[in-house]
């Protein structure tokens, strides 16, 4: 089991950037991969970005078309807690941003998400 506790949410304007948190219980987090998706008023939860475990020191990150270069994850195993950097919001961006933790692969599919967050939400103003 793990549980997921996003923050870092808030009120922004278009432009600006944002750091997201999640920090995991468990002794496990490291073999977890680890996600962020988002899902806006009215639409389905979206795939944002990921990255895989290791049991070496070697991750990869994926990202969704719409955020590529412009958001950032990444992972500290030592504090249990993934990051999501967004830098250049848009009023796009806005939604709730969830967390989600997978055993072993990344998935990029909300319905296969093994363990999510509560969420935390992003508004852009524009």
């Known amino acids: 089991q793990v549980q997921l506790v996003e923050s870092g949410g808030g009120l922004v304007q278009a432009g600006d950037s944002l750091r997201l948190s999640c920090a995991a219980s468990?002794?496990?987090?490291?073999?977890?991969?680890m996600g962020w998706f988002r899902q806006a008023p009215g639409k389905e939860r979206e795939f944002v970005a990921a990255i895989n475990w290791s049991s070496g020191s070697t991750y990869y990150t994926y990202y969704a078309d719409s955020v590529k270069g412009r958001f950032t994850i990444s992972r500290d195993n030592a504090k249990n807690t993934v990051y999501l950097q967004m830098n250049s919001l848009k009023p796009e961006d806005t939604a709730v941003y969830y967390c989600?933790?997978?055993?072993?692969?990344?998935?990029?599919?909300?319905?296969?998400?093994?363990?999510w967050g509560q969420g935390t939400q992003v508004t852009v103003s524009s």
């Open positions: 468990g002794r496990t987090f490291s073999r977890y991969s």
């Open positions: 989600a933790a997978d055993r072993g692969r990344v998935t990029t599919t909300a319905g296969e998400v093994d363990y």
